[in-house]
């Protein structure tokens, strides 16, 4: 009798457990592959999804391919990303030896700005080259006026690969630094020993052990390089260059609904190349280490000494540091300040605080702050509690569907930010239920969470590894449930890994555009979406404004998280549990 | 009584056996170790009692309790069945203080807050834990964590008490106390306990009975005595201490459990055995270092051999030698140091004869030097 009746309580008390396990996995599932349905359904179409009248058919392919102009963009494209992948290895690769293994002078701060384009999005850093070293630019003036002529190009495909290299330089850096700082040090120490250099122990032993990090962060540049939209956009619309995004961009917005099944088309074939690559990165990783973002042991006592050589790597490092992201950043910032930039003028006798009065009295301009910051503040702590559920379902529940659910999670990674716009956009045209999320602040948080699951999951997973199963198991032993179990050990214990991430997801969140440009309409302007209408006004000035407005809320809020997670740090120190034995 | 009943336990992890048809009984109030090398299935076994994993094959029962039965998918949830667990780590949550991490279990199971109270006063007071209520984990010796960790299975009087290997994380000399308080208590509070340890010494101290285990199966069963002195086979008798192996066929059989072995190098030894064996079976004889007497040179008795000191290691309590002998070389123990030419008596008592089926060499953790 009592049997019975415990076998039943159990039964219950395992069902709510599944009953959550299955909605968050079922959300997942609903989040990531609605977008795409819209999108494969209508490249076999004759005419717009929502027409009454069409038909299915295969001439979308045929059309596309047959486009002699889709074939020059494919070739400017896999041009872009492999010039954009190399450069921004080699940068990453030579910085992270340097400041991570060598007595460089200043190396803290190096990398710290090393880094920083990370937080900022694509398309401010191109709107800030664009005023220092675009055909018009601050410098390129400078040096035209001295000697006479154009110095370089920006608005070409080498000039855009060289911001490219710039800009995912960090990936590589991230990943080699931190490969270098959890690899034991001895391994240089035998070379030296046994009687090589330091430059050859760096190029025999030190490199080749980075090869695994290269090779993996290369990828993900490329992938990155590949569905770019502000860079093309920025620097190479002016001109007629156009890569894969800037092409959909193009046919979207200008070339309007006659285009929607070329659009589609071109959408399945990148989307198809993207997950090819996703699959050999997974290979390449393999096993449960591809969850595993930087994560590095404290720094290591014995640095390289370079010698003299040092302040050479000094000035280099200073120099690119510079050129590449401190003068850009102040050059779109004495923009925003000013009538007009030039080196022939004065600016302090052109200040103006025009360009931040024409953003604030703009009640369309105005309220894409709002938005962005709202998306950013409210979506992004939606977003990573959702991803933090879908991180414990995943590895630490027994949810049948757990396997398959990691690979539903991470498979946004394949899917550009523009598809998944236009995705949203035509799911909430075909399916009857979600007309309503169309246009809307929330239809735009949905798209950027389901783009940016691969994060929140990236950011609290190496977490949730870190904490031993014993944690739950003990819970569970005791008599707690798995949801129990989920919000008073694991969520609490995973509280600095979530605030991380959701500093993560906030930055992303207020940077992102690439998703909105087809989503937003008026009333769901983001920041994004109205640098790139006031761009194509030809309004520099107020662009700036707005590029500057989204760095410093950008640092303001970093300012804060790091003021916090120091705070929510030192109450407890997790690191002395709960390490896997 | 309440029992614990295991019952044809098999486990499979990714198509490799884990566990393989394990069963076993614990009576109410009884100490029983699970031991074994690593990856034996002692862990995966203690996990499938707790509801932590679910068996392929097998039934477990506690009482009238069914817990588990594979064939009819009956499987209890682990919060549902009142078991205690101290873990290996001892997953104190590291964000509860000692209070919370105790008060858990009984608010679970719905308690009223000034009965929580009283319990755990009587756990801590139990453990000598007294005052360390509002301290974090953090903030205690490895100890008093593991006390804690006890005291967190024990307080809400669970029906069986689990402990996953809970000493290995202490220091020798903190190991060894917590062995006598650990079986002290357990004797005091006659819960039904399952012990699992890869120390062999651990599990002859603490245990009322012992379950050694190797690659899924259970090799020998029996008092802490019995697995020591009369292994069943080659396995047990060299993960239990350590043992000298000779092989040899059936000479002749003598009065009860005596038997002469002839060895493959020639000589006779007699030898003792529980099993009844065929003339020429071929059989292995087992025999302990520490059982192995050194004597005045010359001898020529029944089970003297001559043998020369090849090299020796000193243990503190004694000294370990090995000495080449005809019968080839054997490790044997001495309390004294000697050197050259000696005379080894093996005596026929300790000489265990063992079926030669047996002789696979023993996988896994095998001990070179006896403790």
């Known amino acids: 009798m009592e049997t019975a009746v415990i076998v039943q309580k159990a039964e219950r008390a395992g069902a709510v457990d599944r009953v959550l396990q299955g909605a968050v996995a079922a959300l997942t599932f609903l989040l990531v592959t609605v977008p795409l349905i819209p999108i494969l359904f209508q490249s076999f179409l004759s005419a717009p999804l929502y027409e009454p009248v069409r038909t299915l058919t295969l001439s979308n392919y045929v059309r596309l391919l047959q486009n002699q102009e889709f074939r020059t963009v494919l070739l400017n494209t896999l041009l872009f990303a492999t010039s954009t992948t190399a450069l921004a290895v080699v940068i990453g690769v030579i910085l992270a030896i340097l400041l991570v293994r060598t007595d460089v002078p200043g190396r803290t701060y190096l990398a710290g700005l090393v880094t920083s384009p990370l937080f900022m999005s694509p398309l401010v850093i191109a709107f800030a080259w664009t005023v220092i070293f675009g055909p018009q630019g601050y410098l390129t003036q400078l040096f035209r006026s001295i000697t006479g002529v154009n110095p370089w190009n920006l608005y070409s495909l080498g000039g855009m690969a060289v911001l490219g290299g710039v800009y995912y330089a960090p990936y590589t850096y991230l990943y080699a630094s931190g490969s270098l700082a959890l690899s034991d040090p001895a391994v240089e120490d035998a070379a030296r020993i046994a009687g090589a250099g330091p430059l050859r122990t760096l190029w025999r032993v030190t490199l080749p052990l980075l090869r695994p990090a290269l090779l993996y962060s290369g990828l993900l540049t490329f992938i990155a390089a590949a569905e770019v939209l502000s860079i093309p956009l920025v620097l190479g619309t002016p001109v007629g260059i156009e890569l894969f995004s800037s092409f959909l961009y193009k046919l979207g917005i200008v070339g309007g609904t006659t285009e929607y099944g070329m659009i589609a088309a071109a959408s399945v074939l990148m989307l198809l190349f993207l997950t090819l690559l996703i699959a050999l990165q997974e290979r390449l990783l393999g096993g449960g280490r591809r969850f595993v973002t930087v994560t590095g042991r404290v720094a290591r006592a014995r640095l390289l000494p370079l010698g003299r050589i040092r302040w050479v790597a000094a000035v280099w490092c200073w120099f690119y540091v510079l050129l590449a992201i401190i003068l850009p950043l102040l050059g779109i910032a004495a923009q925003s300040f000013t009538a007009f930039l030039s080196p022939f003028m004065n600016p302090l006798e052109v200040t103006t605080l025009d360009h931040y009065r024409l953003i604030f009295e703009h009640s369309a301009y105005a309220r894409s702050i709002l938005n962005s910051f709202l998306i950013a503040f409210a979506g992004g702590a939606i977003g990573i509690f959702f991803m933090a559920l879908i991180t414990l379902v995943a590895f630490r529940s027994d949810f049948p569907l757990r396997r398959p659910l990691i690979y539903v999670a991470l498979y946004p990674r394949a899917i550009p930010g523009i598809i998944v716009g236009i995705g949203f956009l035509w799911s909430f045209l075909l399916f009857p239920g979600l007309g309503a999320l169309r246009n809307t602040i929330l239809g735009l948080t949905l798209a950027f969470i389901m783009r940016y699951i691969p994060y929140g999951f990236g950011a609290v997973s190496p977490s949730v590894f870190r904490i031993s199963e014993e944690m739950d198991r003990a819970a569970r032993v005791v008599g707690a449930s798995w949801i129990t179990t989920v919000r008073r050990i694991l969520l609490p214990l995973l509280r600095e890994a979530i605030f991380a991430g959701y500093t993560l997801l906030f930055v992303t969140f207020l940077k992102e555009y690439a998703s909105a440009v087809f989503l937003f309409a008026r009333g769901s302007e983001v920041m994004g979406t109205t640098m790139i209408e006031l761009w194509r006004q030809g309004d520099s000035g107020p662009v700036s404004a707005l590029a500057v407005l989204q760095v410093v809320l950008t640092l303001l809020w970093l300012g804060i998280a790091r003021r916090v997670l120091v705070g929510v740090s030192t109450k407890i120190r997790f690191q002395d549990f709960g390490g896997v034995t | ?371």
């Open chain 2, 1 to 371: 009584m309440a029992e614990l009943v295991v019952e044809g336990l098999r486990k499979r992890f990714d198509g490799v056996l884990a566990v393989d048809g394990v069963s076993f009984t614990v009576h109410e109030g009884e100490m029983v170790t699970l031991l074994g090398p690593s990856g034996c299935g002692k862990s995966t076994t203690l996990n499938c009692i707790a509801g932590l994993e679910f068996p392929d094959e097998g039934v477990i029962r506690f009482g009238d309790r069914l817990l588990t039965d594979a064939r009819r998918r009956i499987f209890l949830l682990p919060e549902a069945r009142n078991v205690g667990m101290v873990f290996q780590s001892y997953a104190l949550w590291p964000h509860m203080t000692v209070f919370e991490n105790l008060a858990f279990g009984l608010r679970m199971r719905r308690i009223p807050q000034a009965e929580i109270r009283r319990r755990i006063e009587w756990i801590l007071s139990l453990l000598q834990l007294e005052g360390f209520e509002n301290r974090y984990p953090h903030q205690l010796s490895g100890g008093q964590q593991q006390r804690v960790a006890l005291a967190r299975a024990l307080v809400y009087e669970p029906s069986i008490l689990l402990l996953d290997e809970p000493l290995s994380n202490l220091d020798a000399k903190l190991r060894e106390q917590a062995r006598f308080w650990l079986r002290e208590l357990q004797q005091r509070l006659r819960i039904t306990a399952i012990y699992v340890t890869h120390d062999q010494a651990e599990a002859l101290a603490l245990s009322d009975r012992v379950v050694v285990m190797n690659r899924g199966r259970i090799m020998a069963m029996g008092t802490p005595r019995q697995i020591y002195e009369f292994p069943p086979n080659a396995f047990v008798a060299d993960f239990i201490g350590s043992c000298n192996f000779l092989r040899g066929r059936v000479e002749a059989v003598q009065e009860e459990q005596r038997l002469l072995v002839r060895l493959d190098s020639g000589a006779l030894l007699e030898g003792s055995s529980t099993v009844q064996f065929t003339l020429g079976q071929p059989v292995v004889v087992a025999i302990r270092p520490q059982r192995i007497r050194l004597r005045e040179q010359g001898r020529q008795g029944k089970n003297d051999l001559p043998g020369k000191v090849q090299s020796g290691l000193y243990l503190g309590a004694a000294f370990q030698y090995v000495v080449e002998t005809p019968v080839g070389p054997l490790r044997v123990e001495a309390m004294e140091p000697v050197q050259g030419e000696v005379s080894l008596y093996l005596p026929p008592e300790w000489c265990i004869v063992l079926p030669a089926t047996d002789v696979a060499e023993p996988e896994g953790g095998r001990p070179d030097v006896a403790p």
